[in-house]
Structure formats: structure tokens, C-alpha cells
């Protein structure tokens, strides 16, 4: 770290301790380490050397709040970030325990180490490298730190709609993405929108003998099949009416950015998602289907019987978990509502069939042009020495949606995961190189916007 007065040891002590602390937002049992994690964060910020570092408190999971706002005439940034992570079942297939972070070769091992405690960390280190070596920041910046990204993010979606001034900023900067490829410094300019839920398929008033009754009385599960079916063909083909009207196409010059990154579609297929063979719409390239495409994705299915040995029983209900990406101009409320009505149609008879959304997200682009974009591309440059290519991404982060439609700035995606990295599955990790040079790069970031 010659660029500022950071101790790697010292960085990895701190990210190390992070990574260790259990905070799965989606499980209730875990909520004291939610709480633990959120008041760690509190700590690195006022360790930084910022100012009125505290936790914003109320209904769900803590908000962590700092500042430093003594640069007047300056741009304001806000520092997004999320302390909580996703499970890390299932357990038997880590190589070392998901908290128990493991140092193997360049890459540190552990859940959330890449989603998103290690990118988070970044940004707060690059404030506490420019102030050790300044004694200031070169823009005002504030940090909006949640906890609850990975259930939907209820508790900074309404902080962010009630206008508070603590959110006050010209651009938002974020990193929870990745990089194209190793060495390849990458600003995402784009990202699908989310429709999460569950749809539930109801017959009889109880589970039933299928001796006695199979054949006269309905299955839930077969009848989820065919609901399923109904709504996506077996080339991948979404079969609601009117959910693709508003998709829009990728523009010329996207595609021509897009003909020119280092892809080996074989290799992508053995070494990233592992299949024999890729799907997907016909006609569309893996970028159209994974960054400019919606999907519809089955993420699990319950009912009935599933323990060992035999139990013939017709099951009473079936669930099904269900998410929907969206692009271009796709709003999530519309596609929900066309959802619903898809499956109202394809229902068989002697079932009912109920869709839950739980949440969901706005789809999001940003024109690679805007001045703030450009900053962090010639930041990126500077400290990979190669040239920022701009791709999209096919997850969802709902709060930059929410960043534009309330508080109407751009948001600079300036990622530093891997496509290798693993995030939501076992063995997720984080490159450390990555890292460290993270860091300089979110402070080169800062100056440059400072400059002007």
C-alpha cells in the first residue's frame, strides 16, 4: 500500500474479523450477530477518522451512518455497502468453515468475503488511507452501511424514500460487483431488476392416501409442474403475455464493447457454471441473456414427502420459490401483475394457485458518459494500468433503483469481485490483490472527484 499509509497485516486483521462474524440476515436465530457485525462497522468508520458515526435504528436490521463534510464547494459522495450475508449451506461442501476465514494462496475464503464485508470494507479503508495521510478527505463523503440486502433491504428503502437529508449526496458509489476478468479493471453501467416470490399451489383440505384417492383427487405438485411448464418453454422461451414488451434491445455501441471483452464462451461454461451444455433463449449471446435478457428461475420446490424410505401420500400443498429479472424499462409491479395472471391461466383444474411477492427491485442503466462515471473509470485506469471496459450485470442490487427514483443520481458500480468468487455458494472468497489495490483505486476515485 505505497500509495497510502495502510498496513496490509492490519487490513486483513480487520477484514478477517468481519468475515468471522455470522451476520445471515435471513435467519432470526442470527440476529445478534446482525446487530454485532452492524456496531463492527460503526467502529471501522470512527477508526477512519469520520464524523457522527452511529446506527440509524428502526424497524429491521440497523442502518450505520458516517460522514466527513468538510470539503465545501465540493461534490458529496455516498458510500453504499451491506454488512449482512446469505447462508452458507450447504456446509459439507466448504473446503474451510464459512466464518472461519482461510487465507489460500492470493484469495481469502470465507462467506461474505467477496458479498459484500470485503468490497465494503474498501471504501471505508480508502477513507481511513486519505485521512492518515492527510488528515482530510479531497470530497465530502458520506457512508450508508445496510443490513438486510440479501432479505430485500425493507429498513434503507424507506430511509431512502423519506428524503432524509443524511442521504443528501451528488452520486452514489458502490462496490458490490465484479470485474470482467482478472486484471481487467470494469465499471458496471448496468443492472437487472427482481421480482422475488413464492407461488403456492392448494388442493385438498389435507394430505391424502394415493391408494385410496390418486386418481380422483388433485396434486399440488403435479399441478406446480405444470404451471411452471406453462410459463417458460423448454428452449427458455418466457411465455407470459407482455412481459417482454417493454425490454430494451442493447445498444450498437454496447454491442461492439461487448464483441471486444476476453470471453471463451467453453471455457465460461466448464470453469464458472459448471454445466454440460448452456441454455437460454435461442438467437441471444450469453451477454444478451445474462445482462440484457429478463429471466424466470425456480429456486426451490417443497411438498410432500421428501425424507428416506416410501410414504405414498397425494400432499395438500406445494410451494414453489420464484424470481424474476428484469431489464431495460420492465417495472416490477407490471410484471408481478402479468405473472399473477399467467398463472391464473395456466392453474388445472381442482387447485388454486396463489403468488406472494416478497420483494423486488428496479431494473437500472447509467450513461458510461456521465462525468462521475468517467472519474472512476480514469481512477480504475490509473491503478490497473490497462484501459476500464463497462459491461453490465445480470444481479440485481434494488437500491441503486431506488437511489435514481428518490434521490435522482447516477450510481458508480466500481467493483472488485471475481466471476470466480463464488457469492451466495460454498467456497466464496475474495482476491486479495483485489483488495489492496481496491482501496487505492475508491481513494484515487475520491481525488479525482475532488479535482473536479
Not at 450505520?64 to 461442501?93: C, I, M, N, R, S
Not at 394415493?210 to 405444470?226: C, D, F, K, M
Not at 435478457?293 to 405414498?312: N, Q, S, W, Y
Amino acid at each position: 500500500m505505497s500509495y497510502l499509509p495502510l498496513e496490509q497485516s492490519e487490513l486483513l486483521n480487520d477484514l478477517t474479523a468481519l468475515l468471522r462474524i455470522p451476520s445471515i440476515s435471513t435467519l432470526p436465530e442470527r440476529r445478534g450477530d446482525v446487530a454485532r457485525a452492524a456496531e463492527f462497522v460503526r467502529g471501522q468508520l470512527q477508526a477512519a477518522g469520520l464524523e457522527t458515526c452511529r446506527l440509524i435504528e428502526g424497524e429491521g436490521n440497523p442502518l450505520v451512518y458516517g460522514e466527513w463534510l468538510g470539503a465545501p464547494g465540493k461534490p458529496t459522495l455516498l458510500a453504499y455497502g451491506h454488512y449482512d450475508v446469505q447462508p452458507p449451506d450447504p456446509l459439507d461442501e466448504w473446503k474451510s468453515p464459512p466464518f472461519e476465514p482461510e487465507i489460500r494462496g492470493d484469495d481469502i475464503f470465507a462467506r461474505g468475503a467477496s458479498d459484500d464485508k470485503g468490497q465494503t470494507l474498501i471504501l471505508i479503508k480508502a477513507a481511513a488511507g486519505l485521512m492518515k495521510r492527510d488528515g482530510r478527505l479531497p470530497v465530502n463523503v458520506r457512508f450508508l452501511i445496510e443490513g438486510e440486502e440479501e432479505v430485500g433491504g425493507e429498513h434503507i428503502s424507506r430511509f431512502i424514500a423519506s428524503g432524509s437529508e443524511l442521504a443528501r449526496a451528488d452520486a452514489v458509489v458502490i462496490c458490490d460487483t465484479e470485474m470482467f476478468a482478472p486484471e481487467l479493471p470494469t465499471i458496471c453501467v448496468g443492472l437487472r431488476g427482481i421480482v422475488y416470490g413464492e407461488l403456492l399451489v392448494a388442493g385438498a383440505a389435507q394430505d391424502l392416501h394415493s391408494g385410496v384417492y390418486g386418481g380422483a383427487a388433485p396434486n399440488p405438485i403435479q399441478a406446480l409442474a405444470e404451471i411452471l411448464c406453462a410459463l417458460k418453454d423448454r428452449d427458455g422461451r418466457i411465455q407470459i403475455p407482455g412481459f417482454t414488451d417493454r425490454v430494451r434491445p442493447p445498444t450498437p455501441e454496447e454491442y461492439e464493447a461487448w464483441s471486444r471483452l476476453p470471453f471463451d464462451e467453453n471455457e465460461y461454461r466448464e470453469k464458472e457454471v459448471g454445466a454440460r451444455e448452456l441454455v437460454g433463449e435461442p438467437g441471444y449471446s450469453v451477454f444478451e441473456r445474462t445482462w440484457a435478457r429478463p429471466t424466470l428461475e425456480v429456486h426451490g420446490i417443497r411438498g410432500g414427502f421428501t425424507g428416506e424410505g416410501a410414504k405414498t401420500v397425494i400432499p395438500a400443498r406445494a410451494l414453489a420459490k420464484i424470481s424474476m429479472r428484469l431489464v431495460g424499462d420492465q417495472k416490477p409491479a407490471e410484471a408481478s401483475a402479468q405473472f399473477q395472471a399467467a398463472v391464473e391461466r395456466a392453474c388445472p383444474r381442482g387447485v388454486t394457485a396463489e403468488w406472494k411477492a416478497i420483494h423486488s427491485g428496479e431494473p437500472s442503466l447509467i450513461d458510461p458518459a456521465n462525468p462521475f462515471i468517467r472519474s472512476s473509470a480514469e481512477a480504475m485506469e490509473q491503478v490497473f494500468g490497462k484501459p476500464t471496459v463497462y459491461i453490465r450485470s445480470g444481479g440485481s442490487i434494488p437500491i441503486v433503483g431506488l437511489f435514481d427514483k428518490h434521490l435522482g443520481i447516477p450510481s458508480v458500480l466500481m467493483g472488485f469481485g471475481l466471476p470466480d468468487d463464488k457469492i451466495h455458494a460454498p467456497n466464496e472468497k475474495l482476491h486479495l490483490p483485489n483488495f489492496f489495490r481496491g482501496i487505492e483505486a475508491i481513494a484515487r476515485y475520491f481525488e479525482i472527484v475532488g479535482r473536479g
